[in-house]
T-cell receptor, first 111, second 112 residues
Framework: DTAVSQTPKYLVTQMGNDKSIKCEQNLGHDTMYWYKQDSKKFLKIMFSYNNKELIINETVPNRFSPKSPDKAHLNLHINSLELGDSAVYFC??????????FGPGTRLTVL | GQSLEQPSEVTAVEGAIVQINCTYQTSGFYGLSWYQQHDGGAPTFLSYNALDGLEETGRFSSFLSRSDSYGYLLLQELQMKDSASYFCAVRDNRGSQGNLIFGKGTKLSVKP
């Protein structure tokens, strides 16, 4: 009965590789998000989707491409990974309120 | 744009009361939220204030003063499990939903 789930939980990869992180929510929410949390714990919005449509795209390199096949899923694909991409990536979902429900996070380490 | 200021660290002892302050600057205001994050965990929602005043939920309370662009999270009867990072957040006014803009977090350490 997990509300927001992400896979994988840990991802270790070499520079230059392409990787994907998957996110699913079973809360029936219309809006989903991707956040990046760096080593200083700064939590920054990357993308938000409402009903499968991109709403906000922050200043994120175009190596990052979100994809929402339906409103319950929001996946994040990253091309040509760089050392600076190492962080924890959180998926979240919400309704029209300010209550966001976060997934458990994916710790990405780029070597 | 939006910005939020909160202390980076706070230390308190078990059983005590601690207040974590947050001041914000926004071009449009939709409410102040608080989230808790334990080390290695995900942020979890604690409270939301859209109107001035105090909201109480068990040992935690949150206060908002819109005229002062200020809010705080009050934690009472501190327990060791309250050791975590606490983030205040305001909603970005872009888009129909807006996005949450988070402060940099306050790391609370509760000592025995």
């Amino acid at each position: 009965d997990t509300a927001v789930s992400q896979t994988p939980k840990y991802l270790v990869t070499q520079m230059g590789n392409d990787k994907s992180i998957k996110c699913e929510q079973n809360l029936g929410h219309d809006t989903m998000y991707w956040y990046k949390q760096d080593s200083k714990k700064f939590l920054k919005i990357m993308f938000s989707y409402n009903n499968k449509e991109l709403i906000i795209n922050e200043t994120v390199p175009n190596r990052f491409s979100p994809k929402s096949p339906d409103k319950a899923h929001l996946n994040l694909h990253i091309n040509s990974l760089e050392l600076g991409d190492s962080a924890v990536y959180f998926c979240a979902s919400s309704t029209l309120t300010d209550t966001q429900y976060f997934g458990p996070g994916t710790r990405l380490t780029v070597l | 744009g939006q910005s939020l200021e909160q202390p980076s660290e706070v230390t308190a002892v078990e059983g005590a009361i601690v207040q974590i302050n947050c001041t914000y600057q926004t071009s449009g205001f939709y409410g102040l939220s608080w989230y808790q994050q334990h080390d290695g965990g995900a942020p979890t929602f604690l409270s939301y204030n859209a109107l001035d005043g105090l909201e109480e939920t068990g040992r935690f309370s949150s206060f908002l003063s819109r005229s002062d662009s200020y809010g705080y999270l009050l934690l009472q009867e501190l327990q060791m499990k309250d050791s975590a990072s606490y983030f205040c957040a305001v909603r970005d006014n872009r888009g129909s939903q807006g996005n949450l803009i988070f402060g940099k977090g306050t790391k609370l350490s509760v000592k025995p």
